[in-house]
């Protein structure tokens, strides 16, 4: 399975080079993609699709000599070349040589992006997850230094580093890592609607699946398998008119994860049903699926299963390595053994010993010649570094007798130059050009201030108009202290708040914008707008949160979403209907709001299903509703003031009223960031309904 896992992050990981040359960084900050394939490119391709090494060897060589190809080409083309026979010593040693090379510039680049996933992938594959980390874990701190946006850099990445630390027993540094990979398959569905990235999404949650499985922590694999079955609904919602066969593949193997998982949790009837249905699918009867589903026979002493299901291994696996041995012959031999086929048994016990032997001596041979290849190679290198630094000694000589001779004529030549005379001019013109552009500095001064004012007079503008959009003023009704408050990081933001009071009913919502500035805050206005018309016509939270979305998601060419928490209080019983739409858990009573239902954003997609909540009677209690520019709020170090220090914070505020709770939190925030500016919009409500 781990070597499943490695083969998918070999083909889609891409990721940049070492952060040891200021010049990487420099070539990071201009491009980040691999640009039109060049003639050496193209010549290349034709020669691997010989598959003759000798004369893929030979191209590489012309091509670098004849300067088509710049060391670091060559180097990667060379790692390449030995990647697909198999011998990763010497691909590894070609791809390092590409990480950490000192010539880099614009054209050789692009080759940094599969020579890290390439390295990084290897030393993963053979448990070296230290070196792995040490290989992704400068990308994606440069990635985030440059706040680069392209996100299938970032969810590989943060996948590759999470298996990593997984494997190290770092168990909350690997679920931040995996975390953070989600949260950019959200940030790609949120502007990408396409097939391919709700796949993307699924194929990274399945990784981190494999990744627990491997661990065997079963409670943890069975939460990501949980939560796929989630996007395979989605999925299947969406593409089973057009992607049938993809569907049918997602939906046979989620069947067959559900049965391994339950059954590594010793829930044996549930796994059992799992795997049952897992049958049903057309691609149960594929050989990887058979092979596959072995892992959950053996678990279930299903030995007799197991036993058919790898029938057919000696003739797909002719020749079997190691890692073929431990992987496939030898369930093969337990599984014939424990169900009794002695005979078989014994005939797997005599393939598995004579394939150790064969197998243990080509891994010698194999790792002695490449070995040995590599030493050759690192002896051309040093002694042409030899001949370079040479080479380079006597440029240095020449270039400095040059310098002489050019310094001694001229001298000569000024002396005999009538300085005075053409100096005096030289300095008029000078002093002309400089009063010339002084007279147009300034003139182009006055311009972009000019232009300056007038934008900052809109922007404030525009801030009056957006604040003049959220009420302040609060219902005074009998029993009910409600009190809210908006702080733009900006001029202008995409939190909004708002409430209408019908008859006993107080409707209200807080809501973030995804975005910033003015097209969060012409998004923002919009949302207000709508949630105000539709509370007018006594619609309930759900029904509102429906209408919004409808509303908000046609013509949304630009992707953009708002998270928004939608209640209704009833004065006279304290009930409380409502439907949160991808917002942050309200704080009732110092505790997170337990929710059953985790909606989708507002504004993504048309027609897409939410569900409501109620609570029966929250009077007597505290309801804080916010927007992530609370518990998000960053100091000067970077560091989140967090969910227990909100928690912490609510505490004891029992005896405040909504108006103190919100001061004693907006001063809180302002005491963590020490001076920092705000990173994000501030919105606060606080709801307390007396018994």
């Known amino acids: 399975m781990k070597r499943a896992l490695l083969v998918l992050l070999a083909l889609i990981l891409t990721c940049y080079a070492c952060n040891r040359q200021e010049n990487t960084r420099e070539v990071v900050s201009k491009r980040m993609d691999f640009g039109i394939p060049s003639r050496a490119d193209t010549l290349m391709l034709d020669a691997f699709n010989t598959n003759d090494w000798a004369h893929i060897a030979a191209v590489i060589d012309s091509l670098e000599q004849t300067g088509d190809f710049s060391a670091v080409g060559a180097n990667f083309n060379r790692g390449r070349m030995y990647m697909y026979q198999e011998k990763h010593a010497m691909a590894s040693e070609y791809f390092r040589q590409v990480v950490c090379s000192k010539d880099i510039?614009?054209?050789?680049?692009?080759?940094?992006?599969?020579?890290?996933?390439?390295?990084?992938?290897?030393?993963?594959?053979?448990?070296?997850?230290?070196?792995?980390?040490?290989?992704?874990?400068?990308?994606?701190?440069?990635?985030?230094?440059?706040?680069?946006?392209?996100?299938?850099?970032?969810?590989?990445?943060?996948?590759?580093?999470?298996?990593?630390?997984?494997?190290?027993?770092?168990?909350?540094?690997?679920?931040?890592?995996?975390?953070?990979?989600?949260?950019?398959?959200?940030?790609?569905?949120?502007?990408?609607?396409?097939?391919?990235?709700?796949?993307?999404?699924?194929?990274?949650?399945?990784?981190?699946?494999?990744?627990?499985?491997?661990?065997?922590?079963?409670?943890?694999?069975?939460?990501?398998?949980?939560?796929?079955?989630?996007?395979?609904?989605?999925?299947?919602?969406?593409?089973?008119?057009?992607?049938?066969?993809?569907?049918?593949?997602?939906?046979?193997?989620?069947?067959?994860?559900?049965?391994?998982?339950?059954?590594?949790?010793?829930?044996?009837?549930?796994?059992?049903?799992?795997?049952?249905?897992?049958?049903?699918?057309?691609?149960?009867?594929?050989?990887?699926?058979?092979?596959?589903?072995?892992?959950?026979?053996?678990?279930?002493?299903?030995?007799?299963?197991?036993?058919?299901?790898?029938?057919?291994?000696?003739?797909?696996?002719?020749n079997p390595d190691l890692n073929d041995i431990g992987a496939y012959f030898l369930p093969k031999f337990q599984a014939n053994y424990f169900v009794g086929n002695t005979d078989t048994a014994l005939l797997v016990a005599n393939r598995i010993a004579q394939a150790y032997d064969s197998a243990l001596s080509d891994q010698k041979k194999n790792q002695m010649a490449e070995l040995a290849m590599i030493y050759d190679t690192q002896g051309k290198q040093m002694q042409i570094a030899r001949q370079q630094s040479e080479l380079s000694t006597q440029r240095f000589i020449g270039t400095g007798i040059a310098l002489v001779l050019l310094t001694v004529f001229f001298i000569i030549y000024i002396w005999y130059r009538r300085r005075a005379q053409k100096r005096l001019a030289v300095a008029h013109e000078q002093l002309e050009n400089a009063h010339t552009e002084l007279l147009s500095a300034y003139s182009q001064l006055e311009e972009t201030t000019t232009a300056k004012e007038r934008i900052e007079s809109e922007l404030r503008i525009a801030r009056d108009i957006q604040m003049s959009m959220v009420p302040g003023i609060f219902p005074k009704c009998e029993g009910l202290d409600m009190y809210a408050e908006m702080n733009p990081a900006k001029e202008v933001g995409g939190d909004l708040y708002g409430y209408v009071l019908i008859d006993q009913c107080l409707y209200f919502c807080l809501g973030d914008v995804s975005g910033k500035g003015v097209p969060a805050s012409l998004f923002m206005s919009q949302s207000a707008r709508l949630f105000r018309t539709l509370a007018t016509e006594n619609l309930s939270p759900v029904d509102i949160a429906i209408r919004m979305n409808n509303e908000l998601a046609e013509n949304n060419e630009r992707g953009m979403f708002v998270t928004m928490f939608i209640g209704m209080v009833h004065l006279d019983t304290g009930r409380l209907d409502f439907c949160n739409c991808g917002h942050n858990p309200p704080v009732i009573d110092g505790e997170f709001l337990k929710m059953e239902y985790d909606n989708q954003p507002l504004g993504l997609w048309e027609d897409d299903p939410f569900i409501g909540e109620t609570i029966d009677d929250i009077r007597g209690c505290q309801l804080l509703i916010y927007t992530d520019g609370l518990n998000e709020a960053e100091n000067r170090q970077q560091e989140l003031l967090g969910n227990e220090r909100l928690l912490e914070l609510m505490a004891d505020t029992r005896s405040m009223t909504s108006h103190e709770v919100i001061d004693m939190l907006k001063a809180a925030v302002e005491q963590h960031r020490d001076g920092a500016d705000p990173n994000d919009d501030l919105t606060l409500m606080c709801i307390q309904l007396r018994r």
């Open 105 to 318: 510039d614009e054209r050789s680049f692009k080759y940094y992006y599969p020579s890290v996933n390439y390295l990084g992938t290897e030393l993963y594959r053979v448990g070296d997850y230290e070196g792995a980390l040490r290989v992704a874990a400068p990308v994606v701190a440069m990635m985030d230094s440059l706040d680069n946006g392209n996100i299938d850099y970032q969810i590989n990445l943060r996948s590759l580093i999470g298996c990593c630390f997984l494997n190290l027993g770092q168990l909350e540094q690997a679920k931040e890592s995996f975390n953070r990979s989600c949260a950019y398959c959200h940030e790609l569905l949120a502007n990408d609607t396409t097939q391919g990235a709700l796949q993307k999404f699924i194929n990274n949650n399945g990784r981190i699946y494999n990744a627990y499985v491997d661990i065997k922590d079963w409670e943890d694999a069975l939460t990501w398998v949980e939560c796929n079955d989630t996007l395979l609904e989605v999925f299947e919602r969406r593409y089973k008119d057009v992607a049938s066969y993809v569907v049918e593949i997602y939906n046979g193997y989620a069947a067959l994860n559900h049965a391994i998982v339950l059954q590594g949790l010793g829930r044996e009837a549930e796994a059992a049903t799992y795997y049952d249905k897992h049958l049903t699918f057309n691609c149960a009867k594929s050989t990887d699926a058979r092979i596959h589903a072995v892992d959950y026979l053996m678990a279930a002493h299903r030995y007799g299963e197991a036993a058919d299901n790898l029938t057919s291994l000696d003739q797909l696996i002719p």
